[in-house]
């Protein structure tokens, strides 16, 4: 990880177009976006369904292409990279957390938050100890070698942000994490989050269509129509 | 990632899927057993026929003859022990021992028998024939002249009287070659003169062909009879047992020398060339040259030299090729048949790659989200498809071992021949078949969107 200048925006947005044509009709999924976030910022993109705020989560994670506009993130132009640079930049800088959690379901917890570090190719000892204490970090000591099917929604989103967090990633990226869960465990997990960027300066972006979820976050970055309100 | 992982990762999500998996190593275990069975068949008929051409006088073995057309005006093509000398100065070559090809006349109670094929070999040359005794044995170094009988040599005895032997009355004569009394005549132009003029009736069968010679010859004195005694008598059971040994006479070729030189004395020995005045040389001409090469595949290589040389050189090497080639398509065109199945079983692997990527589409993405290499995730799958391919060849060779051991047991020979390289070969197939199957599962799934992860059903 390198270390990066607070001046400078880890994520900076310039301008970021999504076009879809649907028949002849073109259709403005992002219209003109502009945005910086600092890093350790807690963020979240806020807007109501089809307003684009997921089409640009997914972009600056990489996941889509952008029609026009430029996406630099820890000093990189993701625009301009292939599949195969954008799985690197995600496993070299990015962590997900999904709102199904997206568990595997024949691994118990230890093994799912292990799952990114053996795709880096680290030992599997080393893969357990990481493990263990990202487990730890979250609360989840008693569930260690649980499967996901004999886990409450809560205690697997846990597993899904100790997953996110055992590769220290720079920026963690969150779709709708807590979309799943009730109002009681959403707070839990949010108040979880804001925990762990405060203690280790990490950067988080999180989508939520929820007004209340979204004033956990330190800037909100609402969007509607495809463009910054 | 570390292949240990990307190994453990594909089996166990093999052994999620369990039925399916063995539903389709099932498919692959029978594609594999039926080309090894089919291929081992081919072997088998093709090592039987190998077998037989042993028998036939060697797969190894080259006969050299001198050049018949150039006896007359040149010496320089016959067979001499110079000769004999340079053949085994010849690469590759073993063993080379000079014949000695003479006729005699075997005669044992009222019985007879003019043999051809009286043939002395050097005492190596004797033990490289490798010749199945079914009584007595090899002569020994140094011995006065022994005979070994061929086991058909019995059918040519004729009743002296009435001209008839086996092939007329179908009863062979009851000669018992190891231990009766049998008398030899090397001398057979006096002996056949001297028979012809006592004899009242003239003989059918062999001699008329001699006729013509009976005028030059002057002896008229009662040819020399002596004992030659038996060495042993070669193997083979009954009217078929039909070898190239069968109805020769075999003999240590120093022996044979020794009384051929004192049978005729200061006379020419039938078959030895004169000088131009008549008179004999002082060596030894050959009928020919027994040359055994040390593997099967110098054969032609060898025979081809000593043509060149200019003697005129023959074996069974292009009856091998032949026979070889002729198995080796009959074999390609049973693994063919195999390979059939093995076709269907290379279907069964794709479909079930393809089910479970469609089933896993979420997983690859999340996968993908997370950092996971193209690459991995391709091998991911390559690693499933090929462990298909290993566990449904391993158990495909298992089978034909089983297969092979029931036909050969029921033919009561060896009709399946399964060798190692066959056992591998259909392993290393296997896993080929299983990886070729799942390259382009493998690739889709490499292609596959990230954002099916995001999605949410």
């Known amino acids: 990880m390198q270390e990066i200048n607070s001046e400078k925006p880890v994520i900076h947005v310039e301008n970021l177009y999504r076009i879809y044509k649907s028949g002849q009709e073109k259709v403005y999924a992002l219209n003109g976006v502009s945005f910086d976030i600092m890093k350790g910022e807690f963020v979240a993109i806020v807007g109501t369904s089809g307003s684009g705020k997921s089409t640009l989560l997914n972009m600056m994670a990489g996941l889509e292409k952008p029609s026009k506009g ?31 959690y997206n568990l595997m379901s024949t691994l118990n917890a230890i093994e799912n938050v292990a799952l990114p570090l053996s795709f880096r190719g680290i030992d599997k000892k080393v893969r357990e100890k990481r493990s263990i204490e990202a487990l730890k970090h979250v609360g989840l000591e008693k569930y260690m070698t649980h499967r996901p099917n004999e886990m409450s929604g809560g205690q697997q989103q846990r597993v899904g942000i100790a997953r996110a967090l055992v590769v220290h990633p720079e920026i963690i990226f969150a779709d709708e994490p807590t979309g799943n869960l009730d109002s009681h465990t959403a707070g839990e997990m949010l108040s979880l989050m804001q925990d762990i960027v405060k203690k280790d300066r990490q950067t988080l972006v999180m989508v939520t269509h929820d007004d209340h979820l979204a004033s956990y976050a330190d800037k909100q970055i609402r969007i509607s129509d495809g463009k910054i309100v | 990632m570390k292949i240990s992982d990307l190994l453990q990762m594909s089996v166990s999500s093999l052994l999620k899927r369990k039925l399916r998996s063995i539903l389709t190593i099932l498919g692959v275990v029978i594609g594999i057993a039926s080309i090894v069975t089919m ?21 190894t073995s080259i006969t050299v003859m001198p050049d018949q057309s150039d006896v007359v005006t040149s010496n ?18 073993e063993i080379v021992s000079p014949v000695l090809t003479s006729s005699a006349i075997l005669l044992s109670g009222k019985y007879k028998d003019e043999i051809w094929q009286l043939n002395g070999y050097t005492l190596e040359g004797l033990k490289a024939l490798n010749y199945k005794f079914s009584e007595g044995g090899l002569p020994h170094k140094g011995e006065s002249l022994k005979f070994i009988y061929g086991n058909q040599l019995l059918n040519d005895f004729v009743d002296a009287h009435t001209g008839q032997g086996f092939y007329e009355t179908g009863n062979r004569p009851d000669i018992d070659l190891m231990n009766d009394t049998i008398f030899t005549v090397f001398d057979t132009e006096s002996y056949n003169n001297s028979n012809n003029s006592d004899s009242e009736k003239p003989d059918s069968g062999f001699e008329s062909q001699d006729d013509e010679d009976d005028n030059d010859s002057s002896a008229k004195t009662p040819a020399k009879k002596y004992i030659i005694p038996a060495a042993g008598v070669l193997y083979g059971e009954g009217e ?71 003697y005129d050189a023959t074996s069974n090497s292009e009856w091998i090729q032949q026979t070889q080639e002729s198995s080796r398509s009959l074999a ?84 399946c021949y399964i060798t190692a390289w066959l056992v591998l070969a259909g392993l290393g197939f296997a896993v080929i078949v299983g990886v070729l199957a799942g390259y382009f599962p493998s690739k889709r799934a490499m292609n596959l969107s990230p954002l099916a992860a995001i999605r949410n059903d």
């Open chain 1, 70 to 100: 430029k996406i630099v993130i820890a000093g990189k132009h993701i625009e301009k990279l292939n599949e195969k640079e954008l799985v690197r930049f995600r496993r070299e800088h990015v962590g997900f957390i999904f709102q199904s």
């Open chain 2, 39 to 59: 291929v081992s068949l081919g072997l088998g008929m093709q090592k039987l026929q190998l077998e037989q051409i042993e028998q036939y006088g060697g797969l």
């Open chain 2, 76 to 93: 320089s093509h016959l067979i001499d022990d110079d000769t004999i000398s340079t053949f085994s100065n010849l690469d590759h070559v």
């Open chain 2, 240 to 310: 078929d047992a039909w070898y190239d040994y069968s109805y020769g006479v075999y003999c240590d070729i120093e022996a044979l020398k020794t009384t051929l030189r004192q049978v005729f004395r200061n006379r020419t020995i039938p078959g030895q060339p004169t000088r131009k005045n008549g008179k004999p040389y002082k060596k030894w001409y050959y009928s020919s040259a027994y040359i055994k090469v040390s593997d099967i595949k110098y054969v032609s290589a060898v025979q081809k030299e000593i043509k060149d040389m200019g």
């Open chain 2, 332 to 415: 390609a065109m049973l693994g063919g048949i195999g390979a059939v199945s093995m076709l269907v079983a290379a279907i069964g692997i794709a479909n079930t790659m393809m089910m479970s990527i469609y089933e896993r589409t979420k997983e690859i993405g999340v996968m993908k989200v997370l950092g996971c290499e193209l690459k991995d995730i391709q091998a991911l799958f390559l690693f499933e498809a090929a462990s298909i391919g290993l566990v449904g060849g391993v158990i495909g060779n298992a089978l034909s071992f089983l297969v092979a051991f029931a036909i050969n047991k029921i033919s009561g020979q060896q009709t």
